[in-house]
């Protein structure tokens, strides 16, 4: 395709991401949620290409937690659904595909991570983990609240 100003051969695609401050800003409050609730957690945010962008762990969280956190966040910004979510989703479909996503390598299926949409695009995804799964998911929904966002 070429560029209709400067005439140039384009081959890519703007892609919408969560600034810094945004993530930054999204992991303290959920932090501070934990910190309320009188849970240890990990929260971690990603940008819509699944990197990671902004990562606190809380003294004292579980350290299996790092990950699963991240996974969350991959998992929830990867296909922009709830990871909470998954188990009724996957009821929809064949077993092979129920047997088989579970597999897949940084693929949660449970409780904890959110999607990030603004204006309609998937800007990344926030996942938490050390607490219940109603508690993790509460501190993501903390985190999308302080920057103004919804699930």
Not at 65 to 68: C, E, N, P, T
Not at 122 to 131: D, F, K
């Given at each position: 395709m070429t560029h209709p100003e400067a005439g140039l051969a384009t081959h890519s695609v703007a892609q919408r991401v969560i600034d810094a401050t945004a993530a930054s800003d999204a992991v303290r409050a959920a932090v501070a949620h934990a910190a309320a609730l009188g849970i240890r957690i990990n929260v971690a945010v990603v940008d819509s290409g699944g990197n990671l962008a902004a990562f606190l762990r809380m003294p004292g969280a579980f350290l299996h937690?790092?990950?699963?956190a991240i996974d969350k966040a991959f998992t929830a910004a990867s296909f922009g659904l709830p990871t909470s979510q998954w188990h009724a989703a996957l009821q929809q479909h064949s077993e092979a595909v129920r047997e088989g996503i579970v597999r897949r390598p940084r693929f949660v299926g449970f409780g904890g991570g959110l999607p990030l949409n603004e204006a309609g695009q998937?800007?990344?995804?926030?996942?938490?983990?050390?607490?219940s799964e109603a508690q993790d998911e509460a501190c993501a929904q903390a985190g999308l609240a302080v920057i103004g966002l919804s699930s």
């Open positions: 937690s790092i990950d699963i998937r800007i990344g995804g926030i996942g938490v983990s050390g607490g």
